[in-house]
């Protein structure tokens, strides 16, 4: 169980001679990967491609980098700040893992209508965290986005990891950006975990800066380096804020429950270390934690082997993510299995939320 060396020195997790050599043999096609999208890009550049114009204000969030920065509740978070404005907003989502083709409503905002496996893990912890607002899944967001406005009359269309979509064009980039580590590895894929140079980030007209276990002069060292890179975009702090502990049957406790407990976390996210500092943090006793790949399906046997360490342990629980939840197969039968749920916290919200204001002005 847990992941693979070669990810690890993806996300730069792993030092020495055998990781820089890694990286060493994966940096020509580095290369090759630049140059690719800087010639697909070229046309949009120049005038030549245009981006598909809805009839929506659309606002993106996403990320610079692989790996967990905090984009899912930052989705949440911004669609219940439009909600409470009094506007009508639906998540559009390319579903990752989801092996559905074409455009696929996962909710309407009053009932869920696909499966983990059709729509993938986040669009369906999004729908379930999100009653009212409905979540659309498909890799073609331009198709997904008429089919939001056509069949539920969406004022705002919520771009979920739709910083490098660029056939859609964009009322406000949202960018969020770790806290310790802004901009991952530091080198682009497949040698790093970047999605694109740096510099891409003045693309953005916001960047959420997650501090979620960061010392506090590594944030201000981050948001230096955002200035210095896009110095016109607006800058906020936010971090991850984690609220109650839900138990697989519907149960709900307080954090406090989780307080001298003996506990084995697992989880398969992009930065599961964070989620395993924020148990500690909480005071739950971490007698194991388990970190497998992103968006990572859980066999049968693997569930076997997560009650095998939890009686080997003499934990009194077995903890892991709203996202690793849904892809858990017939949870329910897992007694002692807890999620921790968490919001997103932002700094200075009054001001994000003129920001997000500002771009409201093109209804259905």
Not at 92 to 112: E, K, P
Not at 190 to 209: K, Q
Not at 226 to 255: H, M
Not at 305 to 326: E, F, M, P, S
Request: charge should be positive; charged fraction near 25%; aromatic fraction near 8%.
């Amino acid at each position: 169980m847990g992941r693979g060396y070669l990810e690890r020195v993806i996300l730069g997790e792993e030092r020495g001679l055998l990781s820089w050599a890694v990286r060493g043999f994966a940096w020509p096609l580095s290369i090759v990967y630049r140059s690719g999208l800087c010639l697909y890009l070229w046309p949009y550049r120049v005038g030549l491609r245009k981006k598909c114009k809805l009839p929506a204000t659309v606002i993106s969030i996403g990320n610079l980098t692989f790996g967990g920065t905090g984009k899912t509740p930052a989705v949440e978070k911004v669609c219940r700040i439009l909600t409470g404005l009094g506007l009508s907003v639906a998540i559009l989502s390319r579903g990752y893992g989801s092996r559905t083709r074409g455009s696929l409503i996962v909710s309407d905002g009053n009932s869920i209508f696909a499966s983990v496996d059709q729509c993938g893990d986040e669009s369906l912890v999004l729908a379930q965290s999100l009653p009212g607002i409905p979540v659309v899944v498909g890799k073609d967001r331009r198709a997904s986005g008429r089919l939001a406005c056509e069949k539920f009359n969406s004022q705002v269309l919520v771009l979920d990891d739709g910083f490098q979509y660029w056939q859609l064009d964009r009322d406000l980039d949202i960018v969020i950006i770790d806290g310790s580590r802004p901009f991952g590895s530091g080198y682009i894929m497949p040698s790093g975990n970047l999605r694109e140079p740096i510099t891409g980030l003045r693309r953005a007209r916001a960047v959420l800066i997650n501090s979620t276990n960061s010392a506090a002069a590594a944030v201000e060292d981050s948001k230096r380096k955002v200035q210095r890179i896009a110095p016109a975009a607006s800058i906020f702090v936010c971090r991850r804020k984690p609220v109650r502990i839900r138990k697989v049957d519907g149960s709900i406790f307080d954090l406090s429950w989780l307080r001298g407990r003996r506990v084995v976390a697992f989880c398969g996210i992009g930065n599961p270390r964070s989620f395993f500092d924020t148990l500690v943090s909480i005071g739950a006793v971490l007698c194991e934690s388990i970190a497998f790949p992103d968006h990572h399906v859980y066999s049968d046997a693997e569930i076997e082997q997560l009650l095998i360490r939890l009686g080997a342990n003499r934990a009194d629980a077995l903890l892991t993510t709203a996202k690793d939840a849904v892809r858990l197969k017939n949870s329910q039968r897992i007694k002692d299995l807890y999620v921790l749920d968490i919001v997103l916290e932002i700094d200075e919200e009054h001001q994000f939320t003129e920001l997000l204001k500002s771009v409201i002005n093109k209804p259905c």
